[in-house]
Nanobody, 124 residues
Framework: QVQLVESGGGLVQAGGSLRLSCAAS????????TGWFRQAPGKEREIAAA????????YYADSVKGRFTISRDNAKNTVYLQMNSLKPEDTAVYYC?????????????????WGQGTQVTVSS
């Protein structure tokens, strides 16, 4: 069993930066790939970025490529999402997820465990 808790969301102006953290409990977390998903009001949940359990392979949605960076520290059971050059369209609830897909999943079906989400709001 893995529990995930996101933090670091908030209100930021366009062009600003935020760093999200996902703290995990459970000894097996380091063996799971991890993804950051986001869901805007009235829209489906979509992947923003994913990382393999070793941290050696990453995936980014085209909409965030070049602006977001995903990383993980397995010794701390934590995954990060550094978000730079934020845009109003990045406004959403951001969710951390963990799952067994290798090297990572790119849809919600690839993930077993989910956090409660953290709100990110980007003002224009």
């Amino acid at each position: 069993q893995v529990q995930l808790v996101e933090s670091g969301g908030g209100l930021v102006q366009a062009g600003g930066s935020l760093r999200l953290s996902c703290a995990a409990s459970g000894r097996t977390f380091s063996t799971y790939s991890t993804g950051w998903f986001r869901q805007a009001p009235g829209k489906e949940r979509e992947i923003a970025a994913a990382i393999s359990w070793r941290g050696d392979r990453t995936y980014y949605a085209d909409s965030v490529k070049g602006r977001f960076t995903i990383s993980r520290d397995n010794a701390k059971n934590t995954v990060y999402l550094q978000m730079n050059s934020l845009k109003p369209e990045d406004t959403a609830v951001y969710y951390c997820a963990a799952g067994p897909s290798y090297p990572y999943g790119t849809t919600t079906r690839g993930y077993t465990y989910w956090g409660q989400g953290t709100q990110v709001t980007v003002s224009s």
